[in-house]
């Protein structure tokens, strides 16, 4: 699998860390590991199974342990732990560096950096931006819009109307993400994110129009940069000869590096209005994300609930 890499310079911006001491631009230095680590123990002297390539940070405690060792002792801890040239070591609370820690740095090459949040602030930010920054990707041919809320990623053929709907949901108050390569991220085991690959964000292209930036004609609120997938819908042509779902007791999913998002199969013909269509089903996975199934309170209304295997 690709290994990706996010640059120091974007975490700096994200935390709003402040650069102490940087050895060259922190637009060429790269962090490879979503994990962040509190060398306490390594400080103590425990060298083994340290992660180099993890961002080191020292809160309060880390400082106030530094503080009270013999000088000797300090230096020698120090110094090992910047031999090891981590992608970058941070002093959260605002605390400032030792001398040694400057001398260090410098010798080897190591960007020291500083934040005025605490420690476990600072430790979730960067957590979060490196698990979206780093999260295993892939790229797939649709759209994806924003509806009440719910991010819904729009499938089908090339000219099935994916583009279409997207704008008709747009004019109606609701936000596109992506159109046509919609960028699918892994941020967690049960979280996937989209988002639109940088040089095509908030364009969207509509045969016999041409292409449209939909930022500049419907307005910033009408565009986002990413949302979390909580619906697939796969648009495509009616077949006559196909039965399709009419109660919605079936529940189907659609497989996403993984993760198993709710999905559903929407036929088009023409006279069906998709946009209504599709902001009914962002309403009703909302409603079966809460625990309510319309279907099965129908037929506990009728009494046939006991008749159908769910």
Do not use: C
């Not at 994200?14 to 050895?23: S, W």
């Amino acid at each position: 699998m690709e290994k990706f890499s996010v640059t120091l310079a974007k975490l700096v911006e994200e935390a709003g860390l402040t650069v102490i001491h940087t050895p060259t631009d922190l637009k060429e230095i790269k962090v490879f590991t979503a994990e962040v680590y509190r060398p306490g123990i390594m400080l103590a002297g425990y060298y083994q199974y340290f992660d180099r390539t993890r961002i080191q940070i020292l809160g309060l405690t880390e400082m106030a342990y530094l503080q009270e060792l013999d000088p000797e002792l300090r230096r020698t801890h120090l110094e090992k732990l910047f031999s090891f040239v981590p992608p970058a070591v941070i002093l959260s609370r605002g605390n400032e560096p030792l001398p040694e820690m400057l001398e260090f740095a410098a010798q080897y090459g190591v960007p020291l950096l500083s934040s005025t949040d605490t420690t476990s602030t600072l430790m979730s930010t960067l957590i979060t931006t490196l698990n979206i920054e780093l999260a295993p990707r892939i790229t797939r041919h649709g759209v994806l819009v924003e509806v009440y809320g719910e991010g819904i990623l729009i499938l089908g053929d090339s000219g099935v109307g994916k583009s279409e709907t997207a704008i008709e949901l747009v004019k109606r108050g609701h936000r596109l993400i992506a159109d046509d390569a919609v960028e699918l991220r892994k941020v967690s085991s049960r979280e996937v994110m989209g988002t639109a690959p940088e040089n095509i964000r908030h364009f969207i292209e509509l045969r016999g129009i041409g292409i449209i930036n939909v930022a500049r004609v419907f307005g910033v609120g009408s565009v986002r940069s990413s949302v979390q997938v909580e619906l697939v819908v796969e648009l495509e042509p009616w077949d006559r000869t196909k039965n399709y779902d009419r109660t919605g007791l079936e529940s189907d999913s659609y497989d996403i590096l993984g993760v198993q998002v709710p999905s559903m199969l929407i036929p088009v013909m023409p006279g069906r209005n998709l946009a209504v269509i599709l902001e009914t089903a962002a309403i009703n996975n909302r409603q079966k994300e809460m625990g309510y199934n319309a279907a099965q309170e129908l037929l506990a209304r009728l009494g046939l609930q006991n008749d159908i295997t769910l």
